[in-house]
């Protein structure tokens, strides 16, 4: 970890979790993403859009001159929220020490694997992103991506308890949609736990059939982006039983194509 920090627990405990969930055989690479990240530590506030100069609400070790490059490059609010921006190669986590944003948000830096520079091109997790020729960004499967990163993070919040510290997850916007992706997620963890550290989209076609992961991918990025549209009107989400059929129907044709392919 960089110097300053607002961990409340141990970089030894950290680290030791990630290789718990993940497996010992990992522990090199997850040492070589986590052991000494660039971190930007932002205070959090009630209405980011109302600052001007963010540099009083912002922490770093990074050379101000690198960060001021950085706020060329990007919206300066980016660095009051929580994220791993990959193309930077930068965390951005809360002072306050959430410890679910920050799980959150360096199992993404963990999962980022940028395939090339120029034009663009990375897988994060289930998420890929491809630069176009206009020179913006189009995302597949960022929702998806979301929801199984928080139920890789609770997963990795439990082996902290085990290990002996306290640590109650926080509610997040994922939270309503794990009914719906949780039977995948339990399903496949280990082919997605060694997607997200070894970026190998193929291999984990391979596993699910790439057109029975469409069908699912289609099916459930639709009901996450209903999720997300009806929390930021504050509406309540629902969950409806014939969708957590639908979802299910859709996790048992890749599980049947993981069994056919095994014949």
Known sequence: MTKTNFLSISKE???QTFIKFYGANESEYIKS???DPKIIWYEVVDDPEKITDIWPYITTDIPKEEVEGYLKQKNKYIFLQ???IDDLGLLVLPNSGNINHIIHEMNHKLSSHIIREKPYAAINGLSIAVETVHGG???YNNNLNEVINELMTLDIISWLNIMGENVSPCYSWQSGAFKLIQPFYEHFKEPLKQLYITGNMFDFLREVGEQEFQDFT???ERKLFIIKIHL?????????EEDVAESQRLTQAMIDYNLRSRK
């Open 232 to 240: 930021r009107n504050n509406k309540p989400v629902t969950i409806k």
């Open 13 to 15: 405990q950290l680290l």
């Open 218 to 220: 289609n099916f459930i």
């Open 82 to 84: 929580s994220a791993y």
């Open 137 to 139: 960004v189009v995302t």
């Open 33 to 35: 993403q986590l052991e």
